[in-house]
């Protein structure tokens, strides 16, 4: 296979978390682009409904499926309503993620709580199901969105529960990818940087320091992750288990 082809989805099956919008929405167009059915997994199914009928345009099949990956009952249920409509998992994006900033000192439980089940908890339980599956097909690769927070502390904004839940997603991923590499089943994660979506854009007190501190100057746009994620979606990277690709423009440098 010419290593084009080997980026090539054409007939998979994916489903991408967070699919509605920013990072998430972005990479499902990559994976359809590729050829991938894919399925919008959100909270907020309305505007997942929008991007589903968006990428039908590229000729695929897609669904939207209202789910909060923090309740175990519901990505049940998702998997199920994607098995159903597409007969099998290949891919999956485990990528819904939130920010909650309070210095430590003063952070209530629940912000803590609330955290740590939808970044942490939520890529466990969907990668968990994805796993399931596709551990029966013998075959898959799941990606999960982990940050250079996961890496490092970043400043001024105080985020110890991000930070701690971001280094907990790079950890379960290798985990997962030990104990799942038997089965042909690959698992990766993304650490992104700064990257202009809703996440970031609101915070603008902040943004002028993180630009400072960031070596190319300027944040990436969400389309500047789709070809980590595709690499770690496709066959191109069929040795590839177990690590986490930093995307930040050199944030990690320094
Ligand atoms: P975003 O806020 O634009 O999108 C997040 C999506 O997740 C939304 O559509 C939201 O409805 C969905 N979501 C939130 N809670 C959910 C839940 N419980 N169940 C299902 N869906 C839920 O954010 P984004 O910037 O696109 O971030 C996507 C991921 O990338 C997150 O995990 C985030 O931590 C990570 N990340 C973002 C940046 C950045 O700079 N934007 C950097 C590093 C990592």
């Excluded at 994976?31 to 059915?37: K, S, T, V």
């Excluded at 803590?112 to 596709?134: C, E, P, S």
């Excluded at 389309?223 to 994620?229: F, P």
Aim: glycine letters at 8%; hydrophobic letters at 45%; one cysteine or more.
């Amino acid at each position: 296979m010419s290593i084009l082809d080997q980026f090539k989805l054409t007939g998979k099956k994916a489903f991408v978390t967070g699919g509605a919008r920013g990072i998430g929405k972005s990479v499902a167009t990559a994976l359809a682009e590729a050829g991938a059915d894919v399925a919008l997994v959100d909270l907020d199914i309305e505007t997942a409904e929008k991007t589903a009928a968006e990428l039908r345009q590229l000729g695929v099949n897609t669904i939207a499926v209202k789910t909060d990956v923090t309740n175990p009952k519901e990505v049940e249920a998702m998997i199920d309503a994607i098995l159903s409509a597409f007969g099998t998992i290949d891919i999956a994006f485990n990528n819904a993620g939130i920010c909650i900033n309070e210095p430590a000192a003063t952070m209530t439980f629940e912000a803590w709580k609330k955290v740590i089940d939808i970044n942490l908890t939520g890529v466990f339980l969907t990668a968990q199901a994805a796993g399931r599956a596709m551990i029966q097909n013998k075959k898959g690769t799941i990606i999960n969105t982990a940050s250079m927070s996961g890496h490092i502390v970043n400043e001024p904004q105080p985020q110890c529960a991000y930070n701690a839940s971001k280094a907990g997603v790079i950890l379960l991923t290798k985990s997962l990818a030990a104990e799942w590499a038997e089965h042909n089943v690959r698992v990766n994660s993304i650490s992104p940087g700064y990257i202009g979506t809703e996440m970031t854009l609101s915070a603008k007190q902040w943004i002028p320091g993180w630009l400072a501190r960031t070596p190319q100057k300027r944040m990436g746009n969400p389309e500047e992750l789709q070809g980590a994620v595709l690499y770690l979606a496709s066959d191109a990277s069929t040795f590839t288990t177990g690590t986490d690709l930093v995307v930040d423009g050199g944030f990690t440098c320094w």
